[in-house]
């Protein structure tokens, strides 16, 4: 872990987008604000290993966000892991931006208490330290990573000797923090869109308008 001068915070948003929604949107925007990104490239996954196979393919969802994001400078698409073959792996892709960054910037990996407290299954995963900081996002239904029984021995040990109370200390060292971000938590998922489209029902206001009117088009979810 590099000890760094002050350089600019990069975040990366992983996940499947299936499809984006408000609720992603909005994180991201704070985190921008309180954490002070100069930019969040959202990456949609390709064959995530850990969840279902995403139902909508790598072109409609990667085309989503591109329409979800496209009036905000502070985000940009990346399509690196939907063009990507075979299943895709977060640690891949982090050496790959460590490589392109190198000491330029400080990367951040944005992510879900649900998605952390499974992150001793991801690939490789304590290497993940070396190339990131973390950003934990709070998710309805979750308790807090201070309080959850939820998390492994070995994941609980990285947490408390990682974790960070203070943004201004992911410039000390290029990586290996976790930062618990407070963001507000919209009753938002995936998954209920998803359902409400099956059902027939509106999911107006809780996606943008524009991938609202895409998801009609090419009748996706139903």
Request: net charge neutral; charged share 25%.
């Amino acid at each position: 872990m590099q000890i760094i001068n002050k350089l600019p915070l990069i975040g990366i948003y992983g996940g499947t987008f299936d499809p984006i929604h408000d609720g992603h949107l909005r994180i991201a925007e704070e985190l921008c604000d309180t954490i002070g990104f100069q930019k969040i490239f959202f990456v949609p996954s390709g064959a995530p290993r850990l969840r279902r196979t995403p139902v909508a393919s790598r072109d409609h969802r990667a085309a989503m966000v591109r329409l979800a994001i496209r009036d905000n400078l502070r985000f940009e698409l990346d399509e690196r892991e939907i063009s990507r073959p075979g299943i895709t792996a977060t640690v891949q892709t982090l050496r790959e931006y460590k490589c392109e960054l190198g000491d330029h910037a400080v990367l951040c990996f944005i992510l879900g208490t649900d998605a952390f407290i499974k992150i001793d299954q991801w690939t490789e995963w304590l290497e993940l330290f070396d190339l990131c900081h973390f950003i934990i996002v709070a998710r309805p239904g979750y308790a807090s990573l201070k309080e959850t029984q939820q998390l492994p021995a070995i994941t609980q040990q990285e947490f408390s000797t990682r974790h960070i109370v203070s943004v201004s200390d992911l410039a000390i060292q290029s990586s290996g923090f976790i930062y618990t971000a407070q963001t507000s938590m919209l009753e938002i998922s995936a998954s209920r869109i998803r359902a409400l489209l099956s059902a027939g029902k509106s999911i107006r206001y809780l996606l943008p308008e524009s991938v609202l009117d895409y998801i009609k088009s090419n009748r996706l979810y139903t």
